[in-house]
Structures are given as C-alpha cells and as structure tokens.
C-alpha cells in the first residue's frame, strides 16, 4: 500500500485448480487473509491520511457463501474464475485453470472441467433451483446483508464474524 498500489490482490488464486498448498507448502485460509489485510487498509488509511486501498480476494471463491464470507471480512472485489468458468457462454466450455497451472519447471495447478451449469446472468443474478451455492451470488450477498441487517457493502465489511472449527476430513 505504501508504494502506490491501488490494489490489493489477497489469495494464491486458482482456488479450485491451485495445487500450490500441496506443491510448496503455502496456505492462508483466506477469510483470515482478507481480514489481516482489511485491518493494514484500516491502519495504512489513519497513516496516509485517508488513502483507500482496494481489496480483491483471488481464490477458492468456487460459491456464493465463499464470495459473501470474503465480502464481510473486508474484500471490495472478488475473483470468480470458477462460477465464471461454469457459464454456458464461457470460452472454455467448463474447462477452468489458472495460471498458475503454467510454469516451466514447477506447475501448481491443473486444468478441470467444472462444467456448465447456466448462463452467466443466472449464475450472478439467479433464479437458483437448488442449495449447492453454484448459482445466484448476487441473491445470496442480498439475502446475508438483509439477514444480517446491513443496508450498503461498506458497512456489511464491519460486521462480527463468528469463527466455528469443522472436520475437514
């Protein structure tokens, strides 16, 4: 932030084609990162004089809970190559992989077919005819903020946040 970034990218990216935690041994759980750097926002705008730094959650955001969750601990913008990936229309016909998945010596990711699923204005705008939180991000961030009693995004960024443990398997 302090040399003029406009924006923050938090995450490792290609969330659901991302071999990088297996491959190098490197992991942030990412409603944990997008708080971290949340709270420096906070800190570097009392220092800066009110400067206002981006923040974008890039990975792992494969449905709408993810892309909420990432909202409220303070994200402003979130990468969606999966739900997007999972368009009708997307150039890739259900095939997702990220960039990540390139490199010469060492790839840490891979190339999936995620499927198709709708077209797009439906995956972000919905109607949704199931729970599995593939389809409707924009009802689903509506639906949290009404729940939670929040009126404007910036606002629902400050909300409490409860932190339960669950078997991973």
């Not at 659901?16 to 708080?35: E, F, N, Q």
């Not at 955001?61 to 990468?79: E, I, N």
């Not at 077919?113 to 995956?123: C, F, H, K």
């Amino acid at each position: 932030m302090r040399t003029g970034a406009a924006g923050v990218l938090v995450g490792f990216g290609g969330g659901a084609v991302s071999g990088t935690r297996s491959t190098i041994g490197i992991h942030a759980p990412m409603a944990t990162a997008i708080a971290d750097v949340a709270e420096a926002r906070r800190d570097y705008m009392d220092e800066s004089g009110g400067r206002y730094v981006q923040i974008i959650a890039d990975g792992g955001m494969g449905t709408s809970g993810s892309f909420v969750k990432a909202l409220a601990m303070g994200a402003d913008a979130v990468m969606l190559g999966t739900p997007l990936a999972r368009a009708t229309e997307a150039p890739g016909k259900g095939m997702h992989w990220g960039a990540e998945a390139r490199h010469c010596s060492l790839p840490r990711g891979k190339r999936t077919n995620v499927g198709t699923i709708a077209p797009l204005e439906q995956i972000l705008f919905g109607p949704s005819h199931n729970a599995d939180g593939t389809v409707n991000f924009i009802g689903a961030l509506r639906r949290a903020m009404a729940s939670t009693g929040y009126v404007d995004l910036k606002n629902f960024q400050h909300c409490d946040v409860a932190v339960t443990l669950s078997h991973l398997g």
